[in-house]
């Protein structure tokens, strides 16, 4: 089953709004991070949050982590052009892997 | 400390010939992850390794795809007669650990295009 499905699929906002995307997940796992990716590049890792952790905070993210719903949220404050992006959650699952789901398309409007 | 390399960034193939893909890990990381990824789309795990062992094959395709990350040397991906739905980016990751509770490196990824 897929593991880390994001939502929405796709977001517009104005610069300077915020911008909160969510994670879903199906099996229990140990840990749960978000990454992001410019068009045609590669994956950039934000944050990870451990299963026993409620929130996290890295500059102007937030991450939060409700293991009893197995979701996850992730918010850019006071968003800038350069944050557009795709943000995909991955999550491992126990496993030795992670499981990334489809992503969401953001694009931040000057 | 230079990142995870991929090379080449964009291979382009005629359908029957062979794609090899090449990924150094960061210095220190003996850990190896290939994923793939269609356009628009999340990427899909496709194989772990270690040097010179598969861990974790579960989402290689049963034929024409193969792996392997040798005791000397970048680990390859090697796709056997490309098909034009091989065409996608192949992305390669890294980590010093197993990548439960780590955080793994990506590569900018090889870009293959079959014609």
């Known amino acids: 089953s897929q593991q880390g499905e994001e939502d929405p699929q796709a977001l517009s906002i104005q610069e300077g709004e915020n911008a909160t995307m969510n994670c879903s997940y199906k099996?229990?796992?140990?840990?749960l991070q978000w990454y992001r990716q410019n068009s045609g590049r590669g994956l950039v890792h934000l944050i990870l949050?451990?299963?026993?952790?409620r929130e996290k905070h890295s500059g102007r993210l937030r991450v939060t982590l409700d293991t009893s719903k197995k979701s996850s949220s992730l918010l850019i404050t006071a968003s800038r052009a350069a944050d557009t992006a795709s943000y995909f959650c991955?999550?491992?699952?126990?496993?030795?892997?992670?499981?990334f789901g489809q992503g969401t398309r953001l694009t931040i409007n000057p | 400390n230079a990142g995870v390399m991929q090379n080449p960034r964009h291979l382009v193939r005629r359908r029957g010939q062979e794609a090899r893909l090449r990924c150094s890990p960061m210095k220190g990381h003996s850990h190896v992850y290939w994923y793939r990824q269609l356009p628009e789309e999340g990427l899909k795990f496709m194989v772990y390794?270690?040097?010179?062992?598969?861990?974790?094959e579960s989402g290689m395709p049963k034929e024409r795809f193969s792996a392997e990350f040798p005791k000397e040397g970048p680990s390859i991906l090697r796709i056997q007669q490309v098909v034009r739905g091989d065409s996608a980016a192949y992305f390669c990751?890294?980590?010093?650990?197993?990548?439960?509770?780590?955080?793994?490196?990506f590569g900018e990824g090889s870009w293959l295009t079959v014609v």
């Open positions: 099996t229990s796992i140990n840990n």
């Open positions: 949050i451990r299963s026993n952790e």
């Open positions: 390794l270690q040097k010179e062992n598969i861990i974790d």
């Open positions: 991955a999550t491992d699952g126990g496993a030795q892997k992670l499981v």
């Open positions: 990751a890294s980590s010093p650990r197993a990548a439960s509770g780590n955080t793994i490196y």
